[in-house]
């Protein structure tokens, strides 16, 4: 299985364990019914696109259809059990899936005995990271792999070697990072709460350069703040696992106010009244 830098797993290693113990404990149903439900992409039949109407069984037809409308009635009734405000949102195609399936981008697979990693085609440090990383950034709202895999562990891979390339390009990351924010799915959200904090600490001054940002960004972590779960004396393993929203929010707005500059969190406290500085006594 792919590794971090640190020795253990890396972010999209985990993410497939964590799918893998779902399958496990609510069977493989889950994902169908979220396309079905309309909060995930389809995709296409085949990689030369859908087949004609005419040529699928009636039945599968039949079956589609019915599976399709009790979905989406099961999709109303869970919407309309949250408030608005905190509501998953339909996750659009992404512009890392189109690039990935026409070939257009420089990796793949290394399939390995234990597992998988990233093989890039190209030198990283002579990629054009203005095209590059606002393409895999977009494809933080996937939640299918490969492509899930590929666009998490390729950010971590740029991040890690980017060194001065990335604060240039940082204005063109905030339109998917706000896009995935704002399907409030909260496995997406921690995804990209955990890239937000690496993108912090990846080079010197990013932090200073997403203070005018805080407008786009802050507002959905000021939504999911206290999203904690209150289970009482049961044991919840989210902690371990760095999949506590609240916790993880409040982690990157510490990061944002310890590496922002001196505007950081004045800023910050004017998008969440409630925060409470990390740094002044």
Request: charged share 25%; aromatic share 10%.
């Amino acid at each position: 299985m792919a590794k971090a830098r640190g020795g253990g797993l890396s972010a999209a290693a985990t993410l497939l364990i964590e799918d893998e113990l779902k399958n496990i404990l609510e069977g493989k149903e889950w994902k169908r019914q979220d396309k079905f439900a309309g909060y995930l992409p389809t995709g296409s039949h085949s990689v030369f696109g859908d087949f004609p109407p005419e040529y699928m069984p009636a039945s599968l037809r039949k079956n589609n259809k019915i599976m399709r409308k009790n979905c989406s009635i099961k999709a109303l009734k869970d919407a309309e059990s949250k408030p608005l405000a905190t509501r998953r949102q339909p996750i659009k195609p992404t512009e890392f899936r189109k690039f990935y399936d026409r070939g257009d981008l420089p990796i793949q697979i290394d399939h390995g005995a234990i597992g998988g990693k990233l093989s890039w085609k190209i030198d990283l440090e002579k990629l054009d990271y203005h095209h590059y990383l606002p393409i895999f950034f977009d494809g933080l709202r996937e939640k299918e792999d490969p492509y899930r895999f590929m666009a998490v562990q390729g950010i971590y891979d740029l991040l890690e070697r980017g060194g001065p390339k990335i604060l240039p390009v940082v204005p063109q990351l905030i339109i998917p990072i706000k896009t995935a924010l704002q399907t409030k799915d909260p496995e997406l959200m921690c995804t990209v709460l955990k890239v937000l904090k690496t993108l912090v600490l990846s080079g010197d001054l990013i932090g200073e350069a997403l203070v005018p940002y805080y407008r786009q960004l802050l507002p959905t972590f000021n939504v999911f703040k206290m999203t904690n779960n209150n289970i009482g004396d049961h044991m919840d393993y989210s902690q371990r696992k760095e999949t506590c929203l609240g916790d993880l929010i409040a982690q990157v707005l510490e990061t944002f106010e310890t590496h922002g500059g001196e505007d950081a969190f004045i800023n910050i406290k004017y998008m969440i009244p409630t925060y409470e500085s990390c740094v002044l006594s």
